[in-house]
């Protein structure tokens, strides 16, 4: 959808360079951390399950790294002109991994039945559905009760996997025992799974696409600590180091390594943006003086540059610049210690402590901390660092028990997917971390995010994302702080590792190991 001068030269260059032959075999030993609580899909879509359950479960589409859909179990779709009705075309001969077909039968149960019922944040979306019916086994029509403008988004393996009805229709599913060998369509089949070691998956030889995948298996591997993680990778113990897998300061010193590559590609459909919560309910946080002044006593640049070793960009706003709408026409907050000292007095603030909790995702979220810290310190705030573990982090949050607490949510492609519920007042609900935490109302901006979600054109779209982000920036109802860029490393002899947006989560379907 956007950068189309990007994309044609990106598809010239890899017509122009030379074909390598593919080679079949061998396997591949990636991290995960932490280990997954379930790999059923369905259930559970944290990262690490994604990660692993990726391999294992489809979605009826996939997204390239300019965010536009690609066949994967539909091979084709058309929308029609008044934003209604969404028909998509199955593959032919596609099966699930215990050899039973899968239909349109299956797409319709996953949609309408299971996934409405276990997967919160695609029930938002399928709450503008008025029905998904299955006309014939291969195809599949969802008719919306209005136009939704990200609708042909939420189609990918984590936002709706397809889960096999012949299995979990009339089951309690939470409780189904196949949820602990998941069965999918995917190119890779669950094998084995040793708590606090491995889980091994092994090639779908029965896969729908001719040749793939490549590879014998996979193991994913788990090992409790950063620096563990990192010495696994020097060792040769393990071949790839997903996105966030080791402190950020042991990245250069890894991929510097011979024969070892890295890329931040993989990441634009989640879009990562880090940000601190600021209580807009009570306290100093509550005054948008105070919040304004936050913003500009922060060194963003140093952030980036020392905590993340320059691997992120510097927020300016709620939507991220690899998110469809995104607009920079806003107010930048600069580092400017002056300008933040004159809000501060003229609000009057009087030395009243802050509570700063940090995120307990390792060293680097504590020292990204520290250097906040140590910025709003020099303006004059009184900030106290409240560190704790993640339930901790995770009760606090959900029971609003701060005054600035870090966290960073991924965007989903479109703002109507994962900005949106972040910010408008239908989304302030104590016992979730992942929601308006900041407890952030403004009635009139609620219904330019409303309106925004339901357009059907795209310049539309655009035109009223523009005024929210100018708007809400002037609120700073959160401190933006950076677009975070999670490189991941690996070995320069495995090759396509990642070919979509959302990078490993696809699962390594087209990888393969140059011998």
């Known amino acids: 959808m956007k950068h189309l001068k990007a994309t044609t030269f990106l598809i010239a260059a890899a017509l122009a360079a030379p074909l390598a032959a593919q080679e079949a075999g061998g396997r591949l030993d990636i991290v995960v951390q932490p280990e997954p609580p379930s790999l059923m899909l369905g259930l559970v879509q944290n990262g690490p399950t994604q990660l692993v359950a990726g391999d294992i479960y489809e979605g009826l589409l996939q997204y390239d790294t300019n965010l536009d859909p690609k066949p994967l179990l539909a091979e084709s779709w058309e929308i029609s002109e008044d934003g209604l009705t969404y028909t998509f075309h199955l593959r032919d001969g596609v099966t699930w991994h215990d050899g039973e077909p899968f239909t349109a039968d299956d797409v319709v149960f996953s949609a309408d039945v299971f996934l409405r019922e276990t997967h919160a944040r695609l029930r938002s979306s399928l709450a503008y559905v008025e029905s998904i019916t299955a006309p014939d086994p291969l195809t599949v029509v969802f008719?919306?009760?209005?136009?939704?403008?990200?609708?042909?988004?939420?189609?990918?393996?984590?936002?709706?996997?397809?889960?096999?009805?012949?299995?979990?229709?009339?089951?309690?599913?939470?409780?189904?025992?196949?949820?602990?060998?998941?069965?999918?369509?995917?190119?890779?089949?669950?094998?084995?799974?040793?708590?606090?070691?491995?889980?091994?998956?092994?090639?779908?030889?029965?896969?729908?696409?001719?040749?793939?995948?490549?590879?014998?298996?996979?193991?994913?591997?788990?090992?409790?600590?950063?620096?563990?993680?990192?010495?696994?990778?020097?060792?040769?113990?393990?071949?790839?180091?997903?996105?966030?897998?080791?402190?950020?300061?042991?990245?250069?010193?890894?991929?510097?390594?011979?024969?070892?590559?890295?890329?931040?590609?993989?990441?634009?459909?989640?879009?990562?943006?880090?940000?601190?919560?600021?209580?807009?309910?009570?306290?100093?946080?509550?005054?948008?003086?105070?919040?304004?002044?936050v913003m500009y006593a922060m060194d963003r640049n140093f952030q980036r540059d020392v905590v993340w070793n320059g691997f992120g960009t510097v927020a300016t706003g709620p939507v991220s610049s690899k998110t469809n709408f995104y607009s920079d026409d806003v107010t930048i907050y600069d580092y400017n210690p002056d300008k933040a000292k004159e809000l501060l007095e003229e609000m009057g603030y009087d030395g009243e402590p802050v509570r700063l909790l940090p995120l307990p995702y390792g060293e680097t979220w504590q020292r990204w901390a520290e250097a906040i810290r140590q910025n709003l310190t020099e303006v004059g705030i009184n900030v106290e660092i409240d560190s704790t573990d993640v339930a901790g982090w995770n009760e606090k949050t959900s029971q609003w028990d701060y005054d600035m607490a870090f966290t960073y949510l991924y965007q989903y492609g479109d703002p109507a997917l994962g900005v949106s519920r972040n910010y408008t007042s239908d989304q302030i609900s104590k016992g979730s971390p992942w929601n308006n935490v900041e407890g952030y109302e403004n009635a009139e901006l609620d219904e330019k995010w409303f309106s925004a979600a339901t357009m059907i054109s795209p310049e539309d779209r655009q035109a009223a994302y523009n005024e929210i982000q100018k708007e809400i920036v002037d609120d700073v109802p959160v401190a933006w702080l950076l677009e975070l860029e999670f490189p991941t490393i690996y070995r320069c002899d495995i090759k396509d590792l990642v070919t979509t947006g959302i990078g490993v989560n696809d699962g390594p379907r087209n990888a393969w190991i140059e011998k």
């Open 143 to 293: 008719q919306l009760k209005e136009p939704f403008g990200p609708f042909i988004s939420v189609f990918e393996t984590g936002t709706m996997p397809m889960v096999p009805k012949h299995i979990y229709e009339g089951t309690d599913f939470a409780t189904n025992e196949m949820n602990a060998t998941p069965i999918g369509t995917g190119p890779f089949k669950f094998e084995a799974w040793e708590k606090g070691s491995f889980i091994h998956l092994v090639k779908n030889e029965d896969y729908y696409v001719d040749g793939l995948p490549y590879l014998d298996e996979v193991y994913y591997r788990v090992i409790p600590d950063a620096a563990s993680r990192a010495v696994a990778f020097e060792t040769g113990e393990v071949d790839v180091l997903p996105g966030g897998s080791v402190e950020n300061w042991d990245v250069p010193r890894l991929t510097e390594m011979e024969g070892v590559c890295s890329t931040g590609s993989g990441w634009e459909f989640f879009a990562p943006h880090a940000w601190m919560w600021l209580n807009n309910r009570e306290g100093p946080t509550s005054d948008v003086r105070f919040r304004q002044a």
